[in-house]
């Protein structure tokens, strides 16, 4: 829209306002176009004024959109706003024309140093901290940001867009949108369908006042207008979201737009830089997303104007292919022909995403929503991830990162992607510190594959590595405890653990060693060995305890010094050795489930440690087998507990299995309570039920007890039943069932079972089978014997 001179605070001539929507393909052509026809001499675009520094930047090869603008408060990194731009963003290729035809490029929005801060967006409008709510274009302002905790968002404003569908009659805005716009290829007059926009934005405005804060917004834009005039530029260009445009095209006087900004905060100290962005965010509606349902789909229709339907198909049919499902070229084919007719059906010039993805979903994924969650994935949304030239600003932190990333060769990608690292390498032992430093940052670019290292063995890692876009935000925060990513990990360390408890000490004790971070390791260790010496609760002991175990086990493969280490776990086992006894007493059934999975982790710790400390464990588990409730439950451990104890001091060796049944069958005795029973067999047989198949008096036993029980009993005993077996293998189970209805469970006695009569037809068919295995020659088939049927009997 070019606004012409007019009366008192009209825009002076040489104005010409491009309204668009944000990140929007076909505003992004408009754009293009427009600018090409007007040549103009500066080009203003909505976005933070402090950005101006970083726009030549933008022109380096480097530069690989999507990207996007951050702001963040000098001492409060985690108050930041981002303004992304893709390639198919309307602002993106106005700053790249600016560069390209080499006339001055600025930002006329309000100043981040100022929108960072306002509060969170409340009934009155007012702008959130760094917050760009949706810019009333229908698409998300470049503004986007966390907010800040405990802030109440206010009303959702006007969508212009879906105001404008229903007025043409139509339920989908977006479908709307894509065919009135989207799929417009630029004709004829390049600023027509801006007029158009404009003029139904202004009769929008009249029905939808604008929020304070767009008031506020719009006069700081104004008065960047004039101050491009009144440097001599004759030819202006503004790109701004198209709900502007009514408010810059007729402005009131200098006096009112000062009167507005004066109502603002003082400004923050902010610092901005590019950083990258992904498609994947661009999707999102909230966070640091921008709101895009379909970015994948907008960035095609951008960069193949011509034939796009024909071209998305055989890029579906490529991602099928290499996903193994059968697609032909005859599937592309009937696919746009039936993408072509269902457009023609629901009367749209075009096919759109909605088409083409019902013509998918039929022809090249025979109906499956399966096969069709990839397409929407892959391509609808897409996995691009931008790149930024190291020539922008960044925090130390952040080049260390970059300079750590490119030495050991871990590109950061948008696409999750799985990495094994061989810890007997020295490149698998840096990849492996590096990840867990950034996690001690609070920066998971790399999640272990396992929730923690790989279980299998010690000197191997597998990690999923994808990098999101706020880590940028991070990296910021982290850069207040080292401008090094070791140095900030070591400083991160040591300020977490003072007034950590114990149990959060031995993981971080872990993460430190893991991380390798020798300077941090001995302060984590001293204040773990102070708050071992001083905590008494034995659930804090036994959660601590194999943890260091686990730590000590890495610190061989990392070739650790763990000599500390080692003195404390062994220090931690024997004061839980004395203390467990007596923390088992009295517990209620959730109480000991919960300090049964506890004595099985410091059990297998306790056996990894090994020496005079294991042996004393096995005097606590002969404790805690013989304490029998006799005045009630609170007397004594529960049965859960003592079955457990003797079934580990007999996968031990510790006891033989006659031993063992005695003690079963003075438990399943008459005189013993059925539920006590029951949770003393639960915790015997749980660690595995193929002791009752080598041992059949042990199965007899238990048959005998259970056939004994009262059916009041039973029905009480039948859930902790239920639990017990239903924890074995298939197997066992099934051959526990069939023994016990095969008959009496005793076991044989040598001698007793009479000799089968020998098949001997059966039994030569074997023969050469049995030969060729052994390696001997194969005998000749025996005749059978011919009876003489003609003989007496």
């Not at 140095?487 to 993460?511: C, F, R």
Request: charged content about 25%; some cysteine; overall charge negative.
């Amino acid at each position: 829209m070019s606004v012409g001179s007019g009366g008192a605070g009209a825009v002076s001539a040489g104005v010409t306002l491009l309204g668009v929507r944000h990140h929007g393909p076909g505003s992004a052509r408009a754009v293009a176009a427009a600018l090409a026809a007007l040549r103009p001499d500066a080009v203003l675009i909505e976005g933070p004024p402090e950005a101006d520094e970083l726009v030549a930047a933008a022109a380096e090869k480097e530069m690989v959109p999507p990207v996007a603008l951050l702001a963040h408060v000098a001492d409060d990194p985690a108050r930041a706003a981002f303004w992304p731009l893709a390639e198919f963003s309307p602002e993106w290729v106005a700053l790249r024309y600016g560069l390209d035809a080499r006339v001055p490029v600025h930002f006329i929005d309000l100043p981040a140093a100022q929108s960072l801060a306002l509060g969170p967006r409340g009934a009155d409008g007012t702008v959130a901290d760094g917050g760009d709510a949706p810019d009333g274009d229908g698409a998300s302002e470049e503004g986007e940001g966390p907010g800040v905790p405990g802030g109440t968002p206010g009303p959702a404003p006007v969508d212009p867009i879906a105001e404008l569908a229903a007025a043409a009659g139509h339920a989908d805005p977006e479908g709307w949108w894509e065919d009135v716009v989207e799929h417009r290829v630029p004709d004829g007059d390049p600023l027509a369908p801006f007029a158009a926009l404009a003029e139904a934005m202004a009769a929008l405005r009249e029905h939808h006042p604008a929020e304070r804060r767009d008031l506020v917004r719009e006069a700081a834009m104004r008065q960047r207008i004039r101050a491009a005039r009144k440097a001599g530029h004759r030819r202006v260009a503004v790109v701004c979201g198209a709900w502007h445009v009514p408010a810059l095209a007729v402005m009131p006087t200098v006096a009112h737009d000062r009167a507005l900004l004066a109502e603002l905060p003082k400004k923050l100290k902010t610092e901005l830089t590019w950083v990258p962005w992904t498609h994947r965010r661009l999707s999102q509606h909230t966070g640091y997303g921008a709101g895009i349902d379909s970015p994948g789909w907008y960035h095609h229709l951008f960069t193949a104007p011509e034939q796009p339907v024909a071209r998305w198909m055989t890029r579906v049919a490529e991602l099928l292919r290499a996903e193994d499902h059968p697609v032909s070229s005859a599937h592309v084919i009937e696919a746009i022909r039936l993408a072509d007719t269902l457009a023609a059906m629901r009367g749209r010039p075009l096919p759109g995403l909605t088409e083409t993805l019902d013509a998918v979903r039929a022809v090249m994924c025979d109906g499956s929503d399966v096969a069709l969650a990839l397409v929407r994935e892959r391509l609808v949304v897409g996995d691009a991830l931008g790149e930024v030239p190291d020539s922008v600003p960044a925090v130390p932190l952040q080049r260390d990162l970059t300079r750590l990333q490119r030495t050991l060769r871990l590109k950061p990608e948008a696409t999750p992607r799985d990495v094994a690292l061989d810890l007997r390498e020295s490149l698998g032992v840096e990849r492996s510190r590096l990840l867990h430093r950034l996690r001690l940052l609070g920066l998971h670019w790399g999640r272990p594959a396992r929730d923690g290292v790989n279980s299998t063995g010690t000197f191997r890692e597998t990690w999923q590595l994808v990098w999101e876009p706020e880590f940028s935000v991070r990296l910021v925060e982290a850069g207040q405890w080292g401008t090094t990513v070791c140095s900030a990990a070591t400083n991160k360390a040591v300020a977490d653990a003072e007034g950590a408890e114990l149990t959060a000490l031995t993981a971080l004790a872990e993460q430190c060693l893991l991380a390798d971070l020798s300077d941090a390791l001995p302060e984590v260790m001293r204040l773990l060995a102070d708050r071992a010496a001083l905590d008494t609760d034995a659930g804090h002991l036994a959660a601590a305890l194999p943890a260091l175990v686990r730590t000590l086990r890495y610190g061989d493969v990392r070739s650790t010094d763990t000599g500390s280490l080692t003195a404390v776990a062994h220090g931690l086992a024997e004061r839980l050795a004395v203390a467990l006894p007596a923390a088992c007493t009295g517990l209620d059934a959730d109480g000991a489930n919960a300090r049964r999975a506890e004595l099985d982790a410091v059990h297998q710790a306790i056996a990894l440690l090994g020496g005079d400390t294991a042996e004393r464990w096995v005097g606590t588990l002969a404790a805690l087998a013989a304490r029998e409730p006799h005045g009630g439950p609170a007397t004594g451990v529960p049965g859960l507990l003592r079955g457990r104890a003797v079934r580990l001091l007999l996968d031990d060796g510790r006891l033989d299995t006659e031993e063992a049944g005695r003690r079963l069958g003075l438990v399943l005795s008459t005189a013993s309570d059925p539920a006590d029973a029951g949770g003393w067999v639960e915790g015997f047989v749980s660690g595995g039920g193929a002791l009752l198949l080598h041992d059949p008096a042990l199965l007899g036993l238990l048959d005998d007890w259970l056939c004994g029980v009262s059916p009041d009993a039973f029905t009480d005993l039948l859930p902790v039943l239920r639990r017990t077996f239903s924890s074995l293998e298939t197997g066992v189970r099934h051959t526990i069932g069939s023994r016990v209805a095969a008959g009496p469970l005793t076991a044989p006695a040598s001698g007793s079972a009479p000799d089968a009569p020998l098949d001997e037809e059966r039994a030569d068919a074997t023969t050469p089978v049995l030969a060729l295995l052994l390696g001997l020659p194969v005998p000749k088939p025996r005749i059978p014997r011919q009876v003489d049927r003609r003989a007496p009997a």
